[in-house]
C-alpha cells in the first residue's frame, strides 16, 4: 500500500532550526493538499500547515511567521521550514495528502524535539 514517508526529524535547541519532508512511496493520483500535523505528549493532533496544489497555504497562529510550508507537485513532495524553534513546537509531524476524490493519506510521522 501507498505510504507517505516523512524525513527531517531530529532534535534541536529552542531558537534553532528543522526542515521537514515528505513523499509517498509509490503513485498517488490526483493530490489536491497536502499538509503537516503534529502530535505533541498529552496533546490532540492539530494541523500545523497545509498547501493546496495551487500554492494556497494556510497556517496554524502557533507557527505562523516561523514555519513555511512549500511543495513540488511534479514529485508530490511537501516541505515544512521550521524556523525559531519553541519547546512547545516538540511533537510528532505527521504528513498528510488528500486527493480530489478525497482519499487520504497519512505519514507514520517524526519526532520534533526541541530542548531548552
Known amino acids: 500500500q501507498v505510504q507517505l514517508v516523512e524525513s527531517g526529524g531530529g532534535l534541536v535547541q529552542a531558537g534553532g532550526s528543522l526542515g521537514l519532508s515528505c513523499a509517498p512511496s509509490?503513485?498517488?493520483?490526483?493530490?489536491?493538499?497536502m499538509g503537516w500535523y503534529r502530535q505533541a505528549p498529552g496533546k490532540q493532533r492539530e494541523l500545523v500547515a497545509t498547501?493546496?496544489?495551487?500554492?494556497?497555504?494556510n497556517y496554524a497562529d502557533s507557527v505562523k511567521g516561523r514555519f513555511t510550508i512549500s511543495r513540488d507537485n511534479a514529485k508530490n513532495t511537501v516541505y515544512l521550514q521550521m524556523l525559531s524553534l519553541k519547546p512547545e513546537d516538540t511533537a510528532v509531524y505527521y504528513c498528510?495528502?488528500?486527493?480530489?476524490?478525497?482519499?487520504?493519506?497519512w505519514g507514520k510521522g517524526t519526532l520534533v524535539t526541541v530542548s531548552s
Open positions: 509509490g503513485i498517488i493520483p490526483s493530490i489536491n493538499v
Open positions: 498547501i493546496t496544489s495551487g500554492g494556497s497555504t
Open positions: 498528510n495528502a488528500v486527493t480530489f476524490w478525497l482519499m487520504a493519506y
